[in-house]
């Protein structure tokens, strides 16, 4: 069986699927119940524009909590986003706030080269600092992940505040090669990335498709150069440590992961290769088969959270 070893939640397939088949950005999605987890939504405004975030909160969150931001693909609400996912379990088993803010028109500003003027990085940066003044939460533990574009989105806001995150998780994205260009963060980012090398909307390697998105303005780094850049920042040598992960799942995929050894100390950079996998978040529902494959034989939220664990600020 495809899901075996843990229970799935099918009420979140109907959610996820109703929300990803919709683009409209008033579609009204419930998040999932999680026991013992608060979840609502706040209005914040912030350059003239009112933005919806979304939060599952521990029921009873210790006096200094950790923080996940967890930033969506394009056109995808927070409560979508969250379903999908499952980060309420970082809620509910780990005591952390997750926080899911929503872009302006469900689209983030992620390139320095978008012709979009919203400032993204500045909504996010004030957020930060308006959750960490209203809420119990560690300023030195603050994490953010993304997926897709929320994971571009999550590379520029490293490059230009890495002072507000301890660690960053990137999946189904690598790096715009515009970004790159103008990156230089103050401070190093632990960095870890989760890549299929059979995502056709971000490729993992050179190839005809990465080529005509370079020639149209929108280019990305391959996935293995994206997290040589980021080992570069953290001042990783250039050596890393391969290791095939155990296939228990017959779903057609199998991982591995390179990790950058001999960081300095609260550095670090990881990249998963999950061979044959598409266009998703590992260990989520494989709800829309025409991204791919979605591999369960790792869960990107339990490989994150271990990663995570490792820094703060």
């Given at each position: 069986?495809?899901?075996?070893?843990?229970?799935?939640?099918m009420a979140?397939?109907?959610l996820a699927?109703?929300?990803l088949?919709?683009?409209a950005p008033?579609?009204?999605?419930?998040?999932?119940?999680?026991?013992?987890?608060?979840?609502y939504?706040e209005a914040?405004?912030f350059?003239?524009i009112?933005?919806?975030v979304?939060?599952?909160?521990p029921?009873?969150?210790a006096?200094?909590s950790?923080?996940?931001?967890?930033l969506?693909?394009n056109?995808?609400?927070s409560a979508t986003?969250?379903?999908?996912t499952e980060?309420?379990e970082?809620?509910?088993?780990?005591?952390?706030?997750?926080?899911?803010?929503?872009a302006?028109?469900?689209t983030?500003?992620?390139?320095?080269?978008?012709?979009?003027?919203?400032?993204?990085?500045?909504y996010?940066?004030?957020?930060?600092?308006?959750?960490v003044?209203?809420y119990?939460?560690?300023p030195?533990?603050?994490?953010?992940?993304?997926?897709s574009?929320?994971?571009n989105?999550t590379?520029?806001?490293?490059?230009?505040h890495?002072?507000?995150?301890a660690?960053?998780?990137?999946?189904?994205?690598?790096?715009?090669?515009s970004?790159k260009?103008?990156c230089?963060p103050?401070?190093?980012?632990?960095?870890?990335?989760?890549?299929?090398t059979?995502?056709?909307?971000?490729p993992?390697?050179?190839?005809?498709?990465s080529?005509q998105?370079?020639?149209?303005?929108?280019?990305?780094l391959?996935?293995?150069d994206?997290?040589?850049y980021w080992?570069?920042?953290?001042q990783?040598?250039?050596t890393?440590?391969?290791s095939?992960l155990?296939?228990?799942?017959?779903?057609?995929?199998?991982?591995?992961?390179?990790r950058?050894?001999?960081?300095?100390?609260g550095?670090?950079?990881?990249?998963?290769?999950?061979?044959?996998?598409?266009?998703?978040?590992?260990?989520?529902?494989?709800?829309?088969?025409?991204?791919?494959?979605?591999?369960q034989?790792?869960r990107?939220?339990?490989?994150m959270?271990?990663?995570?664990?490792?820094?703060?600020?």
């Amino acid at each position: 069986m495809l899901f075996a070893g843990r229970p799935r939640r099918m009420a979140g397939l109907l959610l996820a699927l109703a929300g990803l088949l919709s683009t409209a950005p008033a579609l009204a999605v419930s998040f999932l119940p999680w026991e013992n987890v608060r979840a609502y939504y706040e209005a914040f405004e912030f350059g003239g524009i009112t933005r919806t975030v979304g939060f599952l909160v521990p029921a009873n969150p210790a006096p200094k909590s950790p923080a996940l931001i967890v930033l969506h693909y394009n056109l995808g609400p927070s409560a979508t986003m969250a379903n999908l996912t499952e980060v309420g379990e970082f809620a509910r088993d780990k005591g952390a706030f997750v926080i899911l803010p929503e872009a302006h028109d469900l689209t983030w500003s992620h390139a320095p080269n978008d012709t979009d003027p919203t400032d993204d990085v500045g909504y996010l940066n004030a957020l930060i600092d308006n959750l960490v003044a209203r809420y119990p939460i560690d300023p030195k533990r603050i994490y953010m992940t993304g997926y897709s574009q929320g994971g571009n989105m999550t590379v520029r806001f490293a490059c230009e505040h890495p002072e507000k995150i301890a660690a960053g998780a990137v999946i189904a994205a690598t790096m715009r090669k515009s970004l790159k260009r103008v990156c230089a963060p103050s401070l190093p980012t632990p960095m870890m990335f989760f890549n299929g090398t059979a995502d056709d909307q971000v490729p993992y390697s050179v190839g005809l498709i990465s080529l005509q998105r370079d020639l149209t303005g929108v280019g990305a780094l391959p996935a293995q150069d994206a997290a040589k850049y980021w080992s570069e920042v953290n001042q990783c040598p250039g050596t890393t440590t391969r290791s095939n992960l155990p296939t228990p799942v017959a779903d057609g995929t199998s991982v591995y992961v390179d990790r950058y050894t001999d960081c300095p100390a609260g550095r670090g950079t990881e990249i998963y290769t999950i061979v044959e996998g598409g266009h998703n978040w590992p260990g989520s529902l494989d709800f829309v088969p025409r991204t791919g494959l979605t591999t369960q034989n790792i869960r990107a939220n339990d490989e994150m959270w271990n990663f995570f664990l490792r820094f703060s600020r």
